[in-house]
Structure formats: structure tokens, C-alpha cells
């Protein structure tokens, strides 16, 4: 039988809630980028005369870009985290992201400078994407290693809500400025949504100074000696297996979720030509669903095991990844909201638990590298070239959904296969109580 974890004067529900302001300032500022690269920024910092197909893709590419650094910031960040302490790592991370999302609103245009304006874009995307590289896997760790025994899914999907919280602001910042009619809205609305974000960073920095570190930090300190191997080594040496096949489990949960908002924004403005303020509204509904139903599937999991929770949050993808483009085609909004909702559920399913499955496949002194790693460059793969590739693929098929649609069965295919792979892979090791299976439960055996 485990013994009990140590505890400090820092309750769980404390560390989750700090969890959460934090990611959800971080994510904000990453999905304001996704909804501007998706309605403005083709018009904003590239040349009139480009072609609009050209365009539009230029626009996302400079989205794009942000994932290529995200496994180098996992790295670093990982490594800071798993010698230094997960606090520390977390205020870097989110002064990164809130300097680089506040320049952004400063950026002037092509028409004010040339090429220069793009430059400057995708040099702050990198730095966005170096920050929210080692901000996913901190975050979800100071609220996993401080949940109580056998309830860690639910507490790790409250690093998860602000996924879910970022997306509600900024999509609702970006509606409510939409109000003010596209003139205005091209030329300064948009940057009003990135500057409000300086707010945003200070106050979550105050939370997160005020963070303990979790005692299995204590502990990692304890059994560390001269010998041991940088945590990137000792990963790709020992854990390589459960990096790759968390990548694919998540794949879904990253770049399936930008094609239900990025891709699906842009093709419903684009080829349906239907009103971009009521497919934001429609963001926003679906955000807001996300974030009330996420904690209490996060719940079951803890109760009937995560896996089974992720999965059949997967196999809903499938099912709903061809109607939610039907839906869009009939122009209807109440069957349009019906099928962003719908998806969002889905999707709620498998993005809350999947934090505390991924977590416990390695050891805890290597902990955060490890599912940083997995899942940073599952973001370089699918997140960034997910919606490149489904605009891209949807042009070549006249502009049809079908090749998005197939795109998204298809990783959630995989992710299913990946899933029930990692609940093999996360046996617990042998060094318990610190690296005990973090979501154990009345049923984990099941």
C-alpha cells in the first residue's frame, strides 16, 4: 500500500486555481494570435496585391512558425523545472508571453514599413512559442503533484481550463471590438485584444509568486546526485517510447482543436462567406462549454478510469468531424452553434484527463521535460500544420471540407490507439511514493 503523499500549507485546490490563472493568461494571449492570423492579419501585414489564397496561408504560416521553437522552450523550460523548481519556470514563461503578446499590438503594418512588418510578427511568434513551450507541462504539474491521491485528473484539468479560459477571452475580446464595424476593427480593434493582455500578466504573476513548490520537488532535490544525466538525456534513453506515442495520443487535443476554430473560422469567412461575428460568437459559446463541462469529466475520469474518458471523448470526434462542416454548409445558426457545441463536448473529454495520463509516465525528476517534450512537438507537428494543412488540402479539393474532415478522423483514430497504449506504458516506478501512479483510484485496475 502507498503511503501518503507529503503535504504542505499550500492546499490542492490553491495550487489548481494558480494553475489556472496562469495558463489561461498564457493561452489567451496564444489564441488571440490564432483568431487574428485567422480574420486580419492577411489583410494587416501582407502586400494587397498578394493573391488572397496566398495570403491567407502566409497568415497562417506566420501561426505556424510559433510551433517550431515550442519543443526547444520544452526543453529548457523542462530542464529549469525539473533541477531549479516548477515556480520559477512559470513566472519566466508567462513574462515571456505577455512582453512579446503586448509588442505585437505595437507592430505597425506593411503599408506603414514593408517586409518588415511580417519580420516582426514572426520574430514575436517565436518567443511566444519558446514561452508556451515550458508554460503546458509546469503548469499541469503544480496541479497534479499537489492533487490528493487518486484524484489527480480532475485537479490536472484545471492547468487544462485555461486552455479553455484563454479561448473565451480572446474570442470574446475579439467579438466585442468586431462591434465597432471592419474599418475600425483593421485598423487598431484588432490590437486591442494583445495590449489588454499586459493586464492580464501582471496579475498572474502576483498569483504565481505566491505558488509553494510541490514536496516532491523536496524529494527529487534529495535523490539527486553528480552522476545523474541531464533530464533531456535520461527521457530520450529511458522514456522515448512514452514521448512518441504521447505526441500521437494529443494530437487530436492540439492540432484537431485548431481545425475546429482556426480552419473552421477561416473556411466559414472564406468559402461560405458567412458572418464572421456570428462564427466568433460561436467560439465563444463553445469556449464557455468547454470550461463548465471540462472539470466534471475530468471528475469521471478519476472515477471510471481517464483512458476510458479520453477514448470516448476521441471516438466523438469521429463521429461529429463530417456533420459540423454539414452543419456550416446550411447556413443555419442554430444548427451551426449545435455543432460547434457538440464538438467542443466532445473534445472536453479527452483534453482534461489526458494532462494527468501523460504525467504519470515519467519518473518525477524528469517529469516535466518528459511531457513537455510529448507534448511540444506533437504542437510542432499537428497544432501548427494542422490548420495550414486543411486550408491547403481544402484548395486543392476546390475549396471543399472533406479533406479537413478526414484529417481530424484520422488523428483521433490514431489518439485512440496511442491512449490505451500510454495506460500501459505508465506502470509505476519503483522509486514510490514520489513517482507513485498519479491517478490511481477505486477503479484503476478496471
Known amino acids: 500500500m502507498s503511503q501518503p503523499r507529503p503535504t504542505t500549507s499550500q492546499s490542492p485546490m490553491r495550487a489548481a ?4 490563472v496562469g495558463t489561461s493568461i498564457e493561452w489567451y494571449d496564444f489564441y488571440a494570435f490564432a483568431t487574428a492570423a485567422a480574420i486580419v492579419f492577411d489583410d494587416v501585414f501582407f502586400p494587397a496585391d498578394m493573391p488572397p489564397l496566398v495570403r491567407t496561408l502566409s497568415a497562417f504560416g506566420t501561426f505556424a512558425v510559433g510551433f ?11 530542464h529549469i523545472g525539473d533541477r531549479v ?31 518588415l512588418a511580417p519580420i516582426l510578427l514572426i520574430v514575436l511568434r517565436l518567443i511566444q512559442g519558446v514561452a508556451i ?20 485528473t480532475f485537479f490536472g484539468s484545471f492547468a487544462q481550463l485555461g486552455s479553455s479560459v484563454g479561448a473565451l477571452l480572446s474570442t470574446g475580446a475579439f467579438s466585442l471590438m468586431n462591434l465597432w464595424g471592419s474599418e475600425a476593427f483593421e485598423s487598431w480593434g484588432w490590437r486591442v485584444p494583445f495590449l489588454a493582455s499586459a493586464v492580464l500578466v501582471v496579475i498572474g504573476l502576483v498569483i504565481r509568486l505566491k505558488l509553494e513548490e510541490a514536496p516532491v520537488m523536496d524529494e527529487i532535490r534529495a535523490q539527486r546526485t553528480e552522476r545523474d544525466r541531464l533530464p533531456v538525456v535520461e527521457v530520450f534513453q529511458s522514456s522515448w517510447r512514452t514521448v512518441l506515442t504521447g505526441v500521437f495520443a494529443l494530437a487530436t487535443a492540439t492540432g484537431g482543436y485548431y481545425v475546429v476554430t482556426s480552419f473552421l473560422l ?3 469567412t472564406g468559402e461560405l462567406k458567412l458572418s464572421e461575428s456570428m462564427l466568433l460568437n460561436g467560439l465563444t459559446l463553445a469556449a464557455f462549454l468547454e470550461l463548465v463541462v471540462t ?12 483512458h476510458r474518458v479520453v477514448v470516448a471523448g476521441l471516438a466523438g470526434v469521429i463521429l461529429l468531424s463530417v456533420p459540423q462542416f454539414l452543419a456550416m454548409e446550411t447556413g443555419s445558426v442554430v444548427l451551426i452553434y449545435a455543432a460547434m457545441l457538440g464538438m467542443r463536448l466532445v473534445m472536453s473529454a479527452l483534453y482534461g484527463p489526458i494532462a494527468a495520463i501523460l504525467a504519470e509516465g515519467f519518473a518525477p525528476r524528469v517529469r516535466y521535460t518528459g511531457i ?25 479539393a476546390g475549396g471543399h471540407y472533406w479533406p479537413a474532415a478526414a484529417l481530424l478522423m484520422a488523428i483521433s483514430a490514431i489518439g485512440i490507439g496511442c491512449t490505451l497504449r500510454l495506460r500501459r506504458l505508465a506502470a509505476p516506478h519503483p522509486t514510490a511514493p514520489a513517482t507513485e501512479r498519479i491517478t490511481d483510484s477505486a477503479v484503476t485496475s478496471a
Not at 517550431?68 to 523542462?78: E, T
Not at 520559477?88 to 508567462?94: A, D, G, M, S, Y
Not at 499541469?140 to 503533484?145: F, G, I, M, S, T
Open 295 to 306: 472539470p466534471g469529466l475530468s471528475w469521471l475520469g478519476d472515477r471510471v478510469g481517464a
Open 372 to 396: 513537455s517534450l510529448s507534448y511540444q512537438v506533437c504542437n510542432m507537428i499537428f497544432g501548427g500544420f494542422a490548420p495550414l494543412a486543411a486550408v491547403s488540402l481544402s484548395a486543392a
Open 266 to 268: 477561416a473556411y466559414g
Open 68 to 78: 517550431l521553437l515550442r519543443p526547444l522552450g520544452g526543453i529548457v523550460f523542462g
Open 133 to 152: 513551450g515550458g508554460e503546458w507541462g509546469g503548469a499541469v504539474l503544480v496541479a497534479v503533484e499537489n492533487a490528493p491521491r487518486g484524484r489527480a
Open 85 to 115: 523548481g516548477r515556480k520559477k519556470t512559470l513566472v519566466i514563461t508567462l513574462m515571456m508571453m505577455g512582453v512579446a503578446s503586448f509588442a505585437i499590438g505595437l507592430l505597425p503594418t506593411y503599408a506603414q514599413v514593408g517586409v
Open 17 to 20: 486555481l494558480a494553475a489556472l
